[in-house]
């Protein structure tokens, strides 16, 4: 026992602990680097990118640290390349650490909802900004565990570069050993000292997840956590919201104009005077060979509210994927505000990013049947959030629209919770907020209601519904809520098989449809109606 | 090299795991130079004279810092010292410092598992390689080798020698041998099997490690009946375990213990011979054997053994 605290406290030893903590930070520091540059070539659109990671990834992964340290350090002199032991034990363990961390990276960057993401792109936002504001914030908390678990290993694994002369601890344990014949107590001194580094990795660990923790910003809580008997309750916000939803949060009073009977005629008028939003000519897409939209045309004008009905594939949601350029398509054109989405005036085909700044500057909101608000951000943040980062507004503009806009939906209560403590017809509440927010002049709504439970339906409709009314919104919906089209929309169109099947006046087309097909989707909705 | 490592330890004395030495530590890793050891003082023994005459017939030599490489897991002939792990101790790196002062230049050691002593020399990561490794033919392939030492044998068993083994021969059937990977007695103890056969027994069994201490831990924890290796540091390990441990009996092998020096650098090659030969005229070799008990008549005349 003696002996063991002896070397327990020999400095031999203690230094030879700095060399171990040096290759494993240069090691992930190298790693990590290397990494994200292996994660981002995987992830490329670019095949030859992605190959050449796979590649890398076969062969770093695939074969022992230990040779890969013998190779810097023995075989790369002969090319001219000589590194000191550290140096090519740190290389060798980045190397070799590189493919693991780009793995992790990746998988938590796949793992962020890719609604987020098409939400995102709807917004204008570029693939940097949506990578950088909205995947990395999310992927690097799912992927702290992770990388601690790395970090651990590659601690462990930094004693390999016992073979290639480094002095650190278990190369000077095995010496020490050697010389002194002392095994046990040497060995238990110096796992000890793995185990209290591990130790420390367990507690920046734990430290950096709390420090991550969007549910816990008590400041009190951050520190209980640490204690390893402490429990994460279950969110209280989120319980109140269910509460709360009982009785449904209520909008502010409607104004007059929300409240009077729609003047069909008089809007049919302003309609047919008016200039195209949308122009659709002989869309045709298809997936896997089979035809989702099959020559299609369709023209939307300035303040029209169209509804979109049909039963499921019949290409409503591909349509206005199409429209806002979220999807590509075979041939056909779309016109938005007599601009094309996603090529130039020459005709070639533009980048992601180009695309992204011209989404943004034809001013297409989009809403999403799952809501697709960013998990990470608060209510308020996912309205001002985008602004700021696509529209360039200051922060204080961005925050006075936001708040305007929460005030409009009825959810100023709200501005501060995570997506994931409001229930569904909050959450699509904000995602309407989101869209309206740098003054779309077309807004495609994809099947608003049809995640929410039945009796949060109607809270979302209305908002929906002043929309049309109050500020004279141009709007696609595609819905299965007949008797709201009937109520809004200026015309219904019924879509089957990716072609228009029929469409005409709402009121007058959802009450006495003439063709066939039309009358029998309209006959099953009314019965799933009558049986909810 | 040796200031740096005098200071290191001294900043370590005054404020254990002080910033000032991990800092120093750090900036001493990135100027590319290896923090360990230095050695043992050799002020004790005196330079020969006919050294003045080498240095001015090698005068590149003169100032500089080779870096040896060695497997410290040999005491009596390298290890760390106990007393100070900063240092490495013992016959070779005495006579390699001999060699240096000799010559005038200093050395600085690089600690390697036995069978990257070569392969360390032969990449450049290091000049010259004294760490009790046996000259053989094969080994000339890799690094030029010139002898100081014969090569003695000892048989170490656990007490009693309880499988009755006396030597490298047909005893040693059906035995466990514990030996580290790269040493000369690997295939001496494989080519048994034949002969174990013959007579029908089973062939010896070789379980190899990369340093002594996991070849005695072999045995004393009854993984392995033999490990056989130079007489001197089987002599250590019973004189550590005198309860546990014996030598069952030494055998001489026909090889004897050379410095390794890389390939086609004749220069160098002759300037440690030269050296090596001054070192033995003079007596100083008998005086650091003595030093480190090793048997007098063990000592060898410089001879070449390179690649056929």
Redesign the interface.
């Known amino acids: 026992m003696d002996l063991f605290f002896h070397y327990l ?7 030879g602990i ?2 171990t903590v ?1 290759i494993t930070f240069f090691g992930l520091l190298g790693g990590g680097i290397l990494g994200i540059v292996l994660a981002g070539m995987q992830l490329s659109r670019f095949r030859a990118l992605s190959v050449f990671a796979r590649i890398y990834a076969v062969i770093f992964r695939g074969t022992p640290l230990i040779l890969q340290m ?1 190779f810097c ?3 790369l ?2 090319i001219g390349i ?1 590194l ?4 090519a034990a740190s290389l060798a363990l980045a190397l070799n650490e590189a493919p693991f961390i780009a793995e992790i990276i990746r998988a938590n960057i796949i793992a962020v909802d890719r609604g987020q993401v098409s939400a995102g792109q709807a917004l204008g936002m570029t693939p940097t900004v949506t990578m950088i504001r909205i995947v990395v914030p999310q992927a690097f908390r799912t992927m702290v565990p992770a990388l601690g678990n790395e970090a651990v290993s590659a601690l462990k694994n930094s004693s390999l570069a016992s ?3 480094v ?1 650190e601890l278990t ?2 344990s ?8 002392d ?1 046990f107590s040497i060995f238990f001194a110096s796992g000890l000292m793995y185990l209290v580094l591990a130790g420390s990795i367990a507690i920046i660990q734990i430290v950096v997840e709390i420090m991550l923790d969007l549910d816990h910003p008590d400041p009190k809580a951050r520190f209980a956590r640490l204690l390893p008997w402490y429990r994460t309750p279950l969110p209280v916000e989120a319980e109140a919201a269910e509460e709360e939803d009982a009785t449904a949060t209520p909008l502010p009073p409607a104004s007059r104009k929300a409240i009077a009977p729609l003047d069909r005629r008089k809007r049919a008028q302003a309609i047919a005077a008016s200039r195209p939003a949308v122009e659709i000519e002989n869309l045709t897409k298809s997936y896997d060979g089979r035809k989702v939209l099959d020559g299609l045309d369709l023209t939307v004008r300035l303040g029209e509210v169209v509804a979109l009905l049909g039963p499921s594939g019949s290409g409503k949601s591909t349509l206005l994927r199409c429209i806002n350029r979220l999807e590509s398509w075979e041939s056909g054109t779309i016109r938005t505000l007599g601009r094309q989405l996603g090529v130039d005036e020459n005709g070639l085909k533009l980048t992601p990013a180009a695309i992204a700044n011209a989404r943004a500057a034809v001013r297409v909101g989009m809403v999403f049947q799952n809501f697709n608000l960013f998990g990470h951000l608060s209510a308020r943040e996912n309205i001002a959030g985008p602004l700021r980062w696509v529209q360039n507004a200051s922060q204080k503009e961005a925050d006075r629209r936001a708040d305007e806009l929460l005030e409009r939906v009825g959810l100023t209560h709200r501005a501060d919770a995570l997506p994931r403590h409001m229930s569904g017809g909050q959450q699509q509440r904000v995602a309407i907020a989101r869209a309206l927010a740098p003054n779309p002049a077309v807004l495609l709504l994809d099947e608003p209601t049809s995640a929410l439970d039945p009796e949060l339906v109607n809270e979302v409709l209305e908002v929906i519904r002043r929309l049309a009314v109050e500020d004279g919104l141009t709007m696609l919906i595609s819905t299965h809520q007949i008797s709201f089209a009937k109520d809004v929309a200026d015309r219904a169109i019924f879509l089957a098989d990716g072609s228009i099947v029929e469409q005409g006046p709402a009121d007058k087309m959802l009450s006495e449809p003439s063709n066939p097909r039309t009358r029998q989707f309209l006959q099953i909705m009314k019965e799933d109606a009558e049986l909810v | 090299m040796k200031i740096t490592g005098t200071n ?2 001294l900043s ?2 005054r404020s ?2 002080s910033t000032v ?2 800092a120093s ?2 900036a001493a ?1 990135f100027c ?5 050891a230095t050695t043992s003082a050799q002020a004790e023994t005196a330079v020969p004279a006919a050294c003045a005459d080498l240095q001015a017939k090698y005068p590149d030599l003169k100032g500089k810092t080779l870096v040896n ?1 060695v497997n ?4 009596g002939y390298e ?4 007393e100070d ?2 240092k490495y101790i013992g016959f070779d790196i005495d006579l390699g410092e001999a060699i240096g002062d000799c010559l005038g230049f200093d050395l600085t050691y ?4 036995f069978a ?1 002593l070569l ?2 020399l ?4 290091a000049d010259i390689v004294i760490s009790d490794i046996y000259a053989t033919v094969d080994r000339a392939k890799a690094a030029d080798f010139i002898t100081y030492l014969k090569v003695y044998d000892g048989v170490l068993v656990a007490k009693g020698n309880p499988k009755g083994i006396d030597g490298i021969n047909t005893s040693l059937c059906g035995a466990v041998a514990a030996e580290n990977t790269g040493y000369v007695e690997v295939p001496l103890i494989e080519a048994l099997a034949a002969e174990c056969e013959k007579i029908g027994k089973p062939a010896p069994e070789i379980q190899l490690y990369d ?3 996991n070849c ?2 072999a045995i004393l924890s009854g993984r392995a009946d033999t490990y056989i290796n130079d007489v001197n540091t089987v002599d250590g ?1 019973v004189e ?2 005198p309860d546990k441990l014996e030598k069952a009996t030494a055998v001489t092998l026909p090889y004897s213990v050379g410095i390794a020096v890389p390939r086609n650098n004749v220069e160098f090659r002759d300037a440690v011979m030269a050296a090596l030969t001054e070192i033995q005229k003079s007596g100083l070799q008998v005086e650091l054997m003595k030093k480190w008990n090793l048997p007098e008549d063990q000592l060898e005349t410089p001879k070449l053994v390179l690649a056929e």
């Open positions: 406290s020999q400095p031999y030893l203690v230094t700095v060399y040096l013998i350090y023995n075989a002199p002969m000589k000191t032991a550290l140096e073979v290639v002369s002095q190369l000077r095995t010496q020490l050993a050697s010389a002194t014949f095994f | 290191n330890s370590m004395k254990a795991a030495f991990a530590m750090i890793a590319g130079s290896v923090v360990t490489a410290p897991h040999t005491p290890a760390i010292d106990p792990p900063t690089k600690a390697v598992t990257a392969t360390t032969q990449a450049g990561q340093n002594n201490a005695i831990q390990a550590a375990y």
